[in-house]
């Protein structure tokens, strides 16, 4: 069946430019999280979205970074001005209620020249 | 959230039973054991979780002790593509849970 599906699977830019990942979640599910992990790191969350509610945005690094649910669906997420502390594996799950567990994407592995 | 203590890392035979540890000494009534594992360059694959009574799904084993401070995933026969970190995880019962890793298992399964 169809799981969660990001893109671009790789990105390669120059630092100051502006980038959008993209994210498709499982159909159905409610919740929708962002996190990045770094070379040798663990996982770092980023932000949350639940059906309607306003999102969780605890996690974002600084206020380069912002992301959009639209629809209760597919999610954008933006950095702006990239830096190279930026590169990282930037990676979607989604879930579909509480108690439930969270399904990744592979994961968007961008990298900052 | 409770606080999870597996071995760094582990190898195991083609064909036999992998059994991966996780300590949890400190885990509160309402927290599940959740685990995950991530192969290389791909991103986390949710594999089980449970309670207190132990789970059994197409992947893997849970067994997690009366006193619920330890736990076990078995994977019944582990294959080359089963190599992997192994991420054992407890979380509350809550709608908005934020997954941190710590720096799990390394699983080599050999031939």
């Known amino acids: 069946g169809a799981g969660v599906s990001q893109s671009p699977s790789n990105k390669v830019t120059e630092k100051g430019k502006d980038v959008e990942l993209r994210c498709d979640p499982i159909s159905g599910h409610t919740a929708l999280y962002w996190y990045r992990q770094s070379l040798g790191q663990g996982l770092e969350f980023l932000i949350y979205f639940q059906g309607n509610s306003a999102p969780d945005k605890s996690g974002l690094p600084s206020d380069r970074f912002s992301a959009e649910r639209t629809g209760g669906s597919v999610s954008t997420l933006t950095i702006q001005r990239t830096q190279q502390e930026d590169s990282a594996v930037y990676l979607c799950a989604s879930r579909p209620g509480p108690n439930q567990p969270q399904h990744f994407g592979d994961g968007t592995r961008l990298s900052i020249l | 959230d409770a606080k999870t203590t597996q071995p760094t890392s582990m190898d195991c035979a083609e064909g036999r039973a992998a059994n991966l540890p996780c300590n949890h000494s400190t885990i509160s009534g309402n927290e599940y054991v959740y685990w995950y594992r991530q192969i290389h360059s791909q991103g986390p694959q949710y594999i089980i979780h449970?309670?207190?009574n132990n789970e059994t799904n197409e992947m893997a084993s849970l067994i997690i002790t009366e006193d619920r401070k330890s736990s076990t995933l078995i994977l019944p026969h582990a294959t080359l593509r089963d190599t992997a970190v192994y991420y054992c995880i407890v979380r509350a019962s809550s709608n908005d849970y934020k997954l941190s890793f710590g720096a799990g298992t390394t699983v080599t399964v050999r031939a």
């Open positions: 449970g309670l207190k």
